[in-house]
């Protein structure tokens, strides 16, 4: 079975989507589209702009949800999803790739998810740290153990889960990690605490415009975040997606369940190509290619 799956933030480059608008007339339409949505042009960001201008979490997740998207909706009839899944943010793309959302309400509700986090990451000081080389349990156990708010927040892969919280929690959590014998810790360059407790304000803020939008049955199963598993019903996708933002993204069980459920051909649609690099790890069998 085919599957279809979407990159998050982190994924962007400078010239990200230029070859898609100079050489189809469909990509074109769509960008301009983007730009007039969002009252800014954002292609002039992703196209030219500085590696500074990308890493703005407000440009940041519409420029990949952007190429993404419209990547996936140029390649036509061949684009023949049987499940889809997206990291974090690419939940939203595989959404729309999967005729759940349109691209004109992806788009908006991208937009405030990255007005809401940005909001409040400026609101807390927070940050992220990569975990290599422990086992999700051990993580999971020194975690429980710590006095500050420090979260898993992506389970990527076997023997690599990002964690999430307060500056100090994560400066502790590293220690001790690597204390409990994890190959490194790595600080995240990131805006804030993502798909942790200390998102709740953006949460509420986005659970009001997700509430607001009309969500359509897709044309196959989207495997979402939250849980790993797949679903099809609207209500369950909008509640799934409104819990996303401060629950950690179970990469892993993602891939785990698609395998489980006859996916063999995971193509990666977007900028990049690092869920090709996870898929490999979670599921050495699994074939892997770039759209």
Same mark, same amino acid.
């Given at each position: ?36 949505? #969002? *009252?800014?042009?954002? @292609?002039?960001? /992703?196209? %030219? $702009? ?8 407000? +440009? ?14 140029? #390649? *036509?009839?061949?684009? @023949?999803?049987? /499940?889809? %899944? $997206? ?8 959404? +729309? ?195």
């Amino acid at each position: 079975m085919k599957a279809y799956v979407f990159p998050g933030q982190g994924a962007q480059f400078v010239g990200m989507g230029k070859d898609l608008y100079d050489g189809n007339a469909l990509a074109k339409e769509m960008f301009e589209k983007a730009n007039e949505i #969002l *009252g800014f042009r954002i @292609t002039d960001l /992703m196209f %030219a $702009g500085t590696d500074e201008d990308l890493r703005q979490t407000r +440009v940041t997740q519409p420029a990949i949800f952007l190429h993404s998207v419209i990547l996936a909706k140029t #390649l *036509g009839e061949s684009f @023949t999803p049987e /499940m889809t %899944a $997206g990291h974090s943010l690419g939940e939203f793309s595989a959404l +729309v790739a999967a005729g759940a959302l349109s691209f004109e309400d992806g788009l908006k509700l991208v937009y405030a998810r990255a007005m809401a986090m940005q909001k409040a990451c400026e609101a807390e000081p927070s940050t992220m740290a990569a975990i290599l080389g422990l086992d999700d349990a051990k993580v999971e156990e020194v975690l429980a153990g710590i006095d500050e708010v420090v979260v898993p927040a992506n389970y990527n892969s076997p023997g690599q889960l990002v964690i999430s919280g307060s500056v100090k929690g994560i400066e502790i959590a590293c220690e001790q990690l690597k204390a409990a014998g994890a190959k490194r810790a790595l600080p995240l360059k990131v805006g804030g605490a993502f798909h942790s407790p200390l998102m709740e304000p953006a949460r509420v803020e986005l659970a009001a415009a997700i509430n607001a939008t009309h969500f359509n049955t897709p044309v196959c199963p989207v495997y979402q975040n939250v849980t790993g598993k797949p679903y099809t019903e609207p209500a369950q996708i909008r509640e799934n997606l409104i819990a996303q933002l401060t629950a950690p993204v179970r990469w892993t069980q993602i891939v785990q369940n698609m395998v489980a459920d006859g996916g063999t051909h995971f193509t990666e649609v977007g900028p990049g190509t690092v869920l090709q690099g996870l898929v490999k790890k979670i599921a050495p069998e699994a074939e892997t290619a770039s759209a």
